[in-house]
Protein backbone atom coordinates (compact mmCIF):
# COMPACT_ATOMS: atom_id res chain seq x y z
CA UNK A 1 0.00 0.00 0.00
CA UNK A 2 2.74 2.19 0.98
CA UNK A 3 4.13 1.91 -2.98
CA UNK A 4 0.78 2.57 -4.14
CA UNK A 5 -0.06 5.99 -1.92
CA UNK A 6 3.41 6.55 -3.01
CA UNK A 7 2.18 6.37 -6.82
CA UNK A 8 -0.48 8.29 -6.34
CA UNK A 9 1.43 11.57 -4.94
CA UNK A 10 4.07 11.56 -7.19
CA UNK A 11 1.77 11.54 -10.31
CA UNK A 12 -0.65 14.27 -7.99
CA UNK A 13 -3.76 11.87 -9.34
CA UNK A 14 -7.14 12.91 -7.54
CA UNK A 15 -8.96 11.11 -4.73
CA UNK A 16 -7.40 9.01 -1.90
CA UNK A 17 -6.31 5.10 -2.17
CA UNK A 18 -8.79 3.48 0.20
CA UNK A 19 -6.81 -0.13 1.90
CA UNK A 20 -5.84 -3.25 -0.20
CA UNK A 21 -8.79 -5.52 -0.33
CA UNK A 22 -7.08 -8.65 0.75
CA UNK A 23 -7.58 -11.59 -1.58
CA UNK A 24 -8.94 -14.73 -0.23
CA UNK A 25 -5.95 -16.31 -1.01
CA UNK A 26 -2.83 -15.27 -0.89
CA UNK A 27 -0.85 -17.95 -2.35
CA UNK A 28 -1.80 -20.42 -4.72
CA UNK A 29 -4.89 -18.14 -5.97
CA UNK A 30 -3.72 -18.38 -9.79
CA UNK A 31 -6.96 -20.11 -11.49
CA UNK A 32 -5.18 -19.09 -14.51
CA UNK A 33 -1.63 -20.03 -15.69
CA UNK A 34 0.68 -20.69 -18.39
CA UNK A 35 3.83 -22.18 -19.69
CA UNK A 36 5.84 -21.41 -22.70
CA UNK A 37 8.44 -23.68 -24.46
CA UNK A 38 11.52 -22.37 -24.77
CA UNK A 39 14.63 -24.21 -25.69
CA UNK A 40 17.79 -24.62 -23.29
CA UNK A 41 21.34 -24.60 -24.73
CA UNK A 42 21.06 -28.22 -25.03
CA UNK A 43 18.06 -27.53 -27.31
CA UNK A 44 15.69 -29.32 -24.84
CA UNK A 45 11.85 -28.15 -24.73
CA UNK A 46 11.49 -26.49 -21.49
CA UNK A 47 8.13 -25.32 -19.88
CA UNK A 48 9.13 -21.65 -18.78
CA UNK A 49 7.74 -18.84 -17.26
CA UNK A 50 8.67 -16.03 -19.27
CA UNK A 51 10.62 -12.76 -17.68
CA UNK A 52 10.71 -9.16 -19.51
CA UNK A 53 13.94 -7.78 -20.51
CA UNK A 54 14.30 -4.26 -20.96
CA UNK A 55 15.79 -5.03 -24.45
CA UNK A 56 11.94 -5.86 -24.71
CA UNK A 57 12.95 -9.49 -25.33
CA UNK A 58 12.33 -12.46 -23.30
CA UNK A 59 14.13 -15.04 -21.37
CA UNK A 60 12.69 -18.03 -19.86
CA UNK A 61 12.29 -19.46 -15.91
CA UNK A 62 12.25 -23.23 -15.53
CA UNK A 63 10.44 -23.47 -12.60
CA UNK A 64 9.56 -26.69 -10.38
CA UNK A 65 7.07 -24.92 -8.82
CA UNK A 66 5.16 -21.41 -8.22
CA UNK A 67 3.59 -20.64 -5.27
CA UNK A 68 1.55 -18.83 -6.85
CA UNK A 69 -0.02 -20.95 -8.57
CA UNK A 70 -2.10 -24.61 -6.71
CA UNK A 71 -0.13 -27.48 -6.49
CA UNK A 72 -2.59 -29.16 -9.59
CA UNK A 73 -0.66 -26.47 -12.04
CA UNK A 74 2.24 -27.88 -10.65
CA UNK A 75 1.71 -31.55 -10.87
CA UNK A 76 -0.19 -30.70 -14.72
CA UNK A 77 3.26 -29.09 -15.98
CA UNK A 78 5.70 -31.73 -14.46
CA UNK A 79 3.80 -34.81 -16.32
CA UNK A 80 3.53 -32.27 -19.83
CA UNK A 81 7.54 -31.83 -19.25
CA UNK A 82 8.28 -35.20 -18.92
CA UNK A 83 5.74 -36.23 -21.85
CA UNK A 84 7.96 -33.69 -24.09
CA UNK A 85 11.20 -35.45 -22.93
CA UNK A 86 9.90 -38.66 -23.92
CA UNK A 87 10.33 -39.99 -27.26
CA UNK A 88 6.03 -40.18 -27.73
CA UNK A 89 6.38 -36.43 -27.12
CA UNK A 90 9.30 -34.68 -28.86
CA UNK A 91 7.43 -34.62 -31.85
CA UNK A 92 4.59 -32.42 -30.42
CA UNK A 93 7.59 -30.38 -28.44
CA UNK A 94 8.75 -29.03 -31.99
CA UNK A 95 5.16 -27.41 -32.84
CA UNK A 96 4.13 -26.93 -29.04
CA UNK A 97 3.66 -22.91 -28.29
CA UNK A 98 2.07 -22.76 -24.70
CA UNK A 99 0.82 -24.60 -22.11
CA UNK A 100 -2.29 -22.77 -20.55
CA UNK A 101 -4.73 -23.68 -17.46
CA UNK A 102 -7.86 -21.88 -17.05
CA UNK A 103 -10.87 -22.65 -14.84
CA UNK A 104 -11.44 -22.90 -10.94
CA UNK A 105 -9.33 -24.64 -7.69
CA UNK A 106 -11.94 -27.66 -8.56
CA UNK A 107 -11.79 -27.69 -12.15
CA UNK A 108 -9.41 -27.05 -14.91
CA UNK A 109 -8.74 -26.61 -18.54
CA UNK A 110 -5.96 -27.64 -20.58
CA UNK A 111 -5.08 -25.29 -23.97
CA UNK A 112 -2.36 -26.58 -26.23
CA UNK A 113 -0.96 -23.87 -28.31
CA UNK A 114 0.24 -25.23 -31.47
CA UNK A 115 2.25 -23.77 -34.55
CA UNK A 116 1.02 -26.32 -37.00
CA UNK A 117 -2.52 -28.20 -37.07
CA UNK A 118 -1.69 -30.63 -39.32
CA UNK A 119 -3.01 -33.97 -39.06
CA UNK A 120 -0.28 -35.99 -38.38
CA UNK A 121 -0.01 -34.54 -34.99
CA UNK A 122 -3.36 -36.01 -33.94
CA UNK A 123 -2.06 -39.35 -32.24
CA UNK A 124 0.14 -37.42 -30.26
CA UNK A 125 -2.12 -34.87 -28.81
CA UNK A 126 -4.50 -37.63 -28.04
CA UNK A 127 -2.14 -39.73 -26.13
CA UNK A 128 -1.22 -36.66 -24.13
CA UNK A 129 -4.64 -35.83 -23.49
CA UNK A 130 -5.54 -39.40 -22.00
CA UNK A 131 -2.56 -39.33 -20.36
CA UNK A 132 -3.39 -35.78 -18.05
CA UNK A 133 -7.00 -36.68 -17.68
CA UNK A 134 -6.34 -40.41 -16.39
CA UNK A 135 -4.01 -38.87 -14.06
CA UNK A 136 -5.88 -35.81 -13.09
CA UNK A 137 -10.06 -36.11 -12.31
CA UNK A 138 -9.64 -32.06 -11.89
CA UNK A 139 -9.24 -31.66 -15.81
CA UNK A 140 -12.57 -31.28 -16.95
CA UNK A 141 -11.31 -30.12 -20.79
CA UNK A 142 -8.85 -30.42 -22.88
CA UNK A 143 -8.50 -28.05 -26.29
CA UNK A 144 -6.12 -26.85 -28.51
CA UNK A 145 -5.54 -23.42 -30.83
CA UNK A 146 -3.32 -23.21 -33.81
CA UNK A 147 -1.27 -20.39 -33.48
CA UNK A 148 1.33 -18.34 -34.33
CA UNK A 149 4.57 -18.77 -32.07
CA UNK A 150 3.97 -15.01 -30.35
CA UNK A 151 4.96 -13.82 -26.77
CA UNK A 152 1.42 -13.25 -25.90
CA UNK A 153 0.29 -17.10 -24.86
CA UNK A 154 -3.34 -16.64 -27.68
CA UNK A 155 -2.20 -14.20 -29.95
CA UNK A 156 -4.48 -12.30 -32.40
CA UNK A 157 -3.48 -14.73 -35.07
CA UNK A 158 -5.04 -17.71 -33.00
CA UNK A 159 -7.33 -19.61 -35.15
CA UNK A 160 -8.74 -23.25 -35.38
CA UNK A 161 -9.84 -24.06 -31.66
CA UNK A 162 -11.04 -28.08 -31.07
CA UNK A 163 -11.95 -29.64 -28.21
CA UNK A 164 -10.10 -32.87 -27.77
CA UNK A 165 -11.50 -34.03 -24.61
CA UNK A 166 -13.87 -32.93 -21.93
CA UNK A 167 -16.31 -30.11 -21.47
CA UNK A 168 -16.92 -27.54 -24.43
CA UNK A 169 -16.93 -24.44 -21.74
CA UNK A 170 -15.48 -23.70 -18.45
CA UNK A 171 -17.03 -22.54 -15.62
CA UNK A 172 -17.15 -20.02 -12.63
CA UNK A 173 -19.57 -19.80 -10.14
CA UNK A 174 -20.91 -16.75 -7.83
CA UNK A 175 -22.69 -18.46 -5.33
CA UNK A 176 -25.24 -21.26 -6.89
CA UNK A 177 -25.10 -19.28 -10.45
CA UNK A 178 -23.09 -20.71 -13.23
CA UNK A 179 -21.06 -18.40 -15.98
CA UNK A 180 -19.80 -20.66 -18.67
CA UNK A 181 -17.26 -18.99 -21.23
CA UNK A 182 -14.74 -20.50 -23.47
CA UNK A 183 -11.36 -21.52 -22.72
CA UNK A 184 -10.20 -19.07 -25.02
CA UNK A 185 -12.12 -15.99 -23.47
CA UNK A 186 -10.28 -13.93 -21.13
CA UNK A 187 -11.16 -14.66 -17.29
CA UNK A 188 -10.18 -13.23 -14.33
CA UNK A 189 -6.79 -13.93 -12.87
CA UNK A 190 -7.80 -15.31 -9.19
CA UNK A 191 -10.85 -16.73 -9.22
CA UNK A 192 -11.18 -16.56 -5.34
CA UNK A 193 -11.28 -12.73 -5.20
CA UNK A 194 -13.97 -12.57 -8.52
CA UNK A 195 -17.34 -12.77 -5.94
CA UNK A 196 -15.66 -9.62 -3.79
CA UNK A 197 -14.93 -7.91 -7.18
CA UNK A 198 -18.54 -8.15 -8.75
CA UNK A 199 -20.25 -7.09 -4.89
CA UNK A 200 -17.88 -4.03 -4.77
CA UNK A 201 -18.51 -3.10 -8.05
CA UNK A 202 -22.36 -2.76 -7.08
CA UNK A 203 -21.42 -0.71 -4.45
CA UNK A 204 -19.29 1.51 -6.40
CA UNK A 205 -21.53 1.49 -8.80
CA UNK A 206 -25.18 2.49 -6.66
CA UNK A 207 -27.24 0.47 -9.31
CA UNK A 208 -31.06 1.60 -9.00
CA UNK A 209 -34.10 0.13 -10.70
CA UNK A 210 -34.37 2.66 -13.31
CA UNK A 211 -31.05 2.40 -14.49
CA UNK A 212 -29.86 1.92 -17.77
CA UNK A 213 -26.15 -0.30 -16.92
CA UNK A 214 -23.60 -0.36 -19.73
CA UNK A 215 -21.02 -2.57 -19.59
CA UNK A 216 -17.91 -2.39 -21.62
CA UNK A 217 -15.71 -5.19 -22.50
CA UNK A 218 -17.99 -7.38 -20.99
CA UNK A 219 -16.55 -11.01 -21.46
CA UNK A 220 -18.56 -13.65 -21.05
CA UNK A 221 -21.26 -10.93 -18.80
CA UNK A 222 -19.88 -11.29 -15.34
CA UNK A 223 -20.29 -8.18 -14.58
CA UNK A 224 -23.22 -7.53 -16.44
CA UNK A 225 -25.24 -10.20 -15.42
CA UNK A 226 -24.01 -10.07 -11.78
CA UNK A 227 -25.74 -6.24 -11.53
CA UNK A 228 -28.58 -7.56 -13.73
CA UNK A 229 -31.23 -7.42 -10.90
CA UNK A 230 -30.43 -4.34 -9.67
CA UNK A 231 -30.95 -2.27 -13.30
CA UNK A 232 -33.81 -1.62 -15.40
CA UNK A 233 -31.65 -3.24 -18.35
CA UNK A 234 -28.07 -4.39 -19.52
CA UNK A 235 -26.21 -3.77 -22.26
CA UNK A 236 -22.88 -5.48 -23.07
CA UNK A 237 -20.41 -4.86 -25.95
CA UNK A 238 -16.95 -7.22 -26.56
CA UNK A 239 -14.89 -7.27 -29.44
CA UNK A 240 -14.30 -11.46 -28.47
CA UNK A 241 -17.09 -13.26 -30.53
CA UNK A 242 -16.98 -16.20 -28.18
CA UNK A 243 -17.59 -14.24 -25.24
CA UNK A 244 -20.49 -12.87 -26.48
CA UNK A 245 -21.82 -16.51 -27.12
CA UNK A 246 -21.41 -17.38 -23.88
CA UNK A 247 -22.78 -14.22 -22.50
CA UNK A 248 -25.87 -14.58 -24.30
CA UNK A 249 -26.23 -18.01 -22.92
CA UNK A 250 -25.12 -17.50 -19.53
CA UNK A 251 -28.24 -15.11 -19.50
CA UNK A 252 -30.27 -17.37 -20.59
CA UNK A 253 -29.41 -20.68 -18.29
CA UNK A 254 -29.81 -17.71 -15.36
CA UNK A 255 -33.32 -16.90 -16.44
CA UNK A 256 -32.34 -13.03 -16.84
CA UNK A 257 -34.17 -11.57 -19.68
CA UNK A 258 -33.53 -7.66 -19.55
CA UNK A 259 -29.55 -8.49 -20.76
CA UNK A 260 -28.17 -7.81 -24.38
CA UNK A 261 -24.88 -8.38 -25.47
CA UNK A 262 -23.08 -7.35 -28.79
CA UNK A 263 -20.32 -8.56 -30.74
CA UNK A 264 -18.34 -5.08 -31.32
CA UNK A 265 -15.64 -3.52 -30.37
CA UNK A 266 -15.86 -0.62 -28.06
CA UNK A 267 -15.05 2.46 -30.04
CA UNK A 268 -17.00 6.25 -30.30
CA UNK A 269 -19.02 4.90 -33.72
CA UNK A 270 -19.85 1.67 -31.91
CA UNK A 271 -21.16 3.06 -28.86
CA UNK A 272 -23.04 5.88 -31.10
CA UNK A 273 -24.71 2.98 -32.41
CA UNK A 274 -25.70 0.98 -29.22
CA UNK A 275 -26.20 3.63 -26.31
CA UNK A 276 -30.08 3.74 -26.74
CA UNK A 277 -30.97 7.31 -27.81
CA UNK A 278 -33.71 7.40 -25.34
CA UNK A 279 -32.16 6.29 -21.93
CA UNK A 280 -31.85 9.00 -19.75
CA UNK A 281 -30.37 7.22 -16.56
CA UNK A 282 -27.23 5.68 -17.43
CA UNK A 283 -24.22 4.27 -15.93
CA UNK A 284 -20.74 2.66 -16.94
CA UNK A 285 -18.63 -0.22 -16.10
CA UNK A 286 -15.54 -0.75 -18.33
CA UNK A 287 -13.38 -3.06 -18.09
CA UNK A 288 -10.89 -2.74 -20.80
CA UNK A 289 -7.53 -5.26 -21.08
CA UNK A 290 -4.62 -4.07 -20.67
CA UNK A 291 -3.92 -1.92 -23.21
CA UNK A 292 -6.42 0.64 -21.95
CA UNK A 293 -9.49 2.11 -23.70
CA UNK A 294 -9.25 3.22 -27.09
CA UNK A 295 -8.94 6.53 -28.30
CA UNK A 296 -12.27 8.53 -27.51
CA UNK A 297 -14.18 6.05 -25.94
CA UNK A 298 -13.88 7.85 -22.25
CA UNK A 299 -14.56 11.20 -24.36
CA UNK A 300 -17.90 9.91 -25.84
CA UNK A 301 -19.06 8.66 -22.40
CA UNK A 302 -18.12 11.72 -21.32
CA UNK A 303 -20.12 14.01 -23.93
CA UNK A 304 -23.00 11.39 -23.30
CA UNK A 305 -23.30 12.41 -19.74
CA UNK A 306 -23.46 9.40 -18.17
CA UNK A 307 -23.95 9.42 -14.47
CA UNK A 308 -21.48 7.20 -12.89
CA UNK A 309 -18.98 5.15 -14.77
CA UNK A 310 -16.66 2.51 -12.92
CA UNK A 311 -13.00 2.18 -14.46
CA UNK A 312 -11.30 -1.33 -13.49
CA UNK A 313 -7.74 -1.00 -14.66
CA UNK A 314 -5.39 -3.75 -14.34
CA UNK A 315 -2.30 -1.87 -15.41
CA UNK A 316 -1.59 0.85 -13.37
CA UNK A 317 0.84 2.60 -15.52
CA UNK A 318 -1.94 4.06 -17.79
CA UNK A 319 -3.85 5.00 -14.57
CA UNK A 320 -2.52 9.09 -14.92
CA UNK A 321 -3.62 8.83 -18.46
CA UNK A 322 -6.95 7.46 -17.78
CA UNK A 323 -8.16 9.12 -15.27
CA UNK A 324 -6.97 12.44 -16.76
CA UNK A 325 -9.06 11.97 -19.76
CA UNK A 326 -12.50 11.84 -17.62
CA UNK A 327 -11.53 14.79 -15.72
CA UNK A 328 -11.28 16.92 -18.78
CA UNK A 329 -14.79 15.88 -19.58
CA UNK A 330 -15.87 17.41 -16.26
CA UNK A 331 -16.01 14.04 -14.46
CA UNK A 332 -14.77 13.72 -10.90
CA UNK A 333 -12.59 10.90 -9.03
CA UNK A 334 -15.10 9.71 -5.80
CA UNK A 335 -13.18 6.26 -4.66
CA UNK A 336 -9.96 4.41 -5.25
CA UNK A 337 -10.57 0.71 -4.04
CA UNK A 338 -7.58 -1.28 -4.88
CA UNK A 339 -8.08 -5.15 -5.31
CA UNK A 340 -5.25 -7.88 -4.97
CA UNK A 341 -5.47 -9.55 -7.72
CA UNK A 342 -1.96 -10.59 -7.87
CA UNK A 343 -0.61 -11.09 -4.64
CA UNK A 344 3.13 -11.37 -3.98
CA UNK A 345 3.75 -9.74 -7.28
CA UNK A 346 4.16 -6.01 -8.16
CA UNK A 347 0.53 -5.76 -9.80
CA UNK A 348 -2.60 -4.03 -8.32
CA UNK A 349 -6.29 -4.33 -10.05
CA UNK A 350 -7.94 -0.79 -9.72
CA UNK A 351 -11.29 -0.05 -8.90
CA UNK A 352 -12.12 3.58 -10.01
CA UNK A 353 -15.38 5.16 -9.20
CA UNK A 354 -16.14 8.14 -11.24
CA UNK A 355 -18.83 10.84 -10.75
CA UNK A 356 -20.28 13.99 -13.34
CA UNK A 357 -19.91 17.29 -11.89
CA UNK A 358 -19.14 18.32 -8.41
CA UNK A 359 -15.16 19.19 -7.61
CA UNK A 360 -13.25 18.38 -10.40
CA UNK A 361 -10.25 19.66 -12.96
CA UNK A 362 -7.64 18.44 -10.68
CA UNK A 363 -4.40 18.27 -13.16
CA UNK A 364 -3.01 14.84 -13.54
CA UNK A 365 0.46 14.76 -14.64
Not at 209 to 218: E, K, N
Not at 282 to 299: A, F
Request: include cysteine.
Amino acid sequence: MKALDEFWRQHRLPGSVEPLIASPRPRAYRSNSKRRVMRNRQQRAVLALTDALESGGIRPLPVRRCPIEPDAHNRIYGMVQGFLDSGDGRPLARILNYVILKGTYHEIGVVLSLSDSSSRFHAVINRLSRLLTDQFPEITGVYRITDKPSRYYVSDKAALFRRIHGARFLCERLGDREFRYSPISFSQTNSSIVPIMVERAADLLRPQSADTLYDLYCGYGLFGLGLAGRVSRVVGLDLARDAIRFASDNARLQGITNARFVNTAVRPEQLERFFDRRSHREIVILDPPRGGTEKGVIEWLGQRGVARALHLLCNIELVPQELSRWIRQGYRVSRVVPIDMFPATEHVEIMVQLERGGPGGESVR
